[in-house]
């Protein structure tokens, strides 16, 4: 039974070492919205110039979020590299920022009537309440196949596009197992299975394709399969807790979502308090998955982000 009171089940506060991080974070979202910023500026998108189909991109491209996407990719390439490297000169870049579109893309289509119906999205109006649905869906529709011939700028391994196409195309299969399952009688299986498509798969693609991209031997992909997947999972269950822990001012989106659609979630399975050690023991195995890498300090940190997000 889900008891939304139980502080227990709160997230962690921050430690110090989780606040200096949130520093960094800053450092790394402030630079990925500058390139998002410039490439939708300049980018191949010149046919849509001046258009409103382009305001409507910009919208919701250059409208926050956190670029976990992105930022994993570029913390996975600096891990596998052993060094830091600027933002600009991340050899993961092109996928990273590919990654992003991708997602808003997800996010605009997720938000329209005819999908999740919500007004509310990173704090601002929903894309279709500002454009109209034929324009938010035509947004959508850019962010699918603009972002496949942004990556193929970086000339990455035929592999690396196959399995970044996979994962969005496991992304829209995870939203249609959602839309199709019962309300009631889902089970664990069924639920894990869509979010593992829907939440884990551009997740995962973020993580292992930068470290293809930069030539990762097999010992680091399989360490960044399994630290993607862990952290995936418990992204999903984190998320699950917010939805019924934080507001809507907090979160940026409807909060109390997933109960209103009497949606199966993580919490309505195990409780909040199951949930939120999962979701801490999930986080353990993933940092642990990353031993095999030595330079791995800022993915593991990131790791302890997802579990003591607040939106
Ligand atoms: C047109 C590309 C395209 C896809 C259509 C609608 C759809 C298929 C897929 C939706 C998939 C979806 C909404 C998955 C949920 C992912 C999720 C947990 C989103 C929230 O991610 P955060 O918390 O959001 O990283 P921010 O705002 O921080 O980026």
Excluded: W
Excluded at 54 to 62: A, D, E, R
Excluded at 146 to 173: H, S, T, W
Excluded at 206 to 211: P, Y
Aim: hydrophobic share 45%; proline share 3%; aromatic share 4%.
């Amino acid at each position: 039974m889900l008891d939304l009171n139980n502080s227990n089940a709160r997230i962690k506060p921050m430690t110090v070492e989780e606040t200096s991080l949130k520093v960094t974070l800053a450092d790394y979202k402030s630079a990925i919205d500058l390139e998002l910023t410039e490439l939708l500026e300049n980018s191949k998108l010149d046919n849509l110039a001046q258009s409103q189909l382009l305001q409507s991109i910009q919208y919701s491209v250059s409208n926050g979020g956190k670029r976990l996407r992105p930022i994993l990719s570029l913390m996975t390439a600096e891990a596998i590299q052993s060094k830091e490297i600027p933002v600009r000169d991340n050899p993961a870049l092109k996928l990273a920022l590919a990654v992003e579109l991708v997602h808003c893309g997800s996010l605009i289509h997720d938000d329209l009537p005819c999908m999740d119906d919500d007004d509310l999205r990173r704090g601002k109006s929903t894309n279709h309440k500002v454009f109209g649905e034929a324009i938010a869906l035509l947004a959508g529709d850019t962010l699918l196949c603009y972002p496949i011939q942004l990556l193929l700028e970086a000339k990455p391994q035929a592999e690396v596009i196959n399995e970044f196409i996979e994962a969005i195309k496991d992304m829209i299969a995870g939203q249609a197992m959602d839309l199709e399952l019962p309300e009631q009688q889902v089970s664990m299986t069924q639920m894990q299975s869509m979010q593992e498509l829907k939440t884990g798969a551009l997740l995962r693609a973020s993580v292992v394709l930068a470290a293809k991209m930069v030539g990762a031997n097999q010992v680091q992909i399989d360490a960044l399969e399994n630290y993607s997947s862990k952290i995936g999972l418990a992204f999903q269950i984190v998320d699950d807790i917010l939805d019924v822990t934080a507001s809507t001012e907090q979160l940026g989106k409807t909060a109390a979502k997933d109960i209103e659609q009497n949606k199966a979630t993580y919490v309505k399975f195990y409780g909040l308090d199951k949930a939120g050690i999962m979701a801490e023991e999930l986080i353990g195995q993933a940092k642990a998955a990353l031993d095999v890498i030595p330079n791995s300090e800022k993915l593991k940190a990131l790791a302890d982000y997802v579990l003591s997000r607040q939106n």
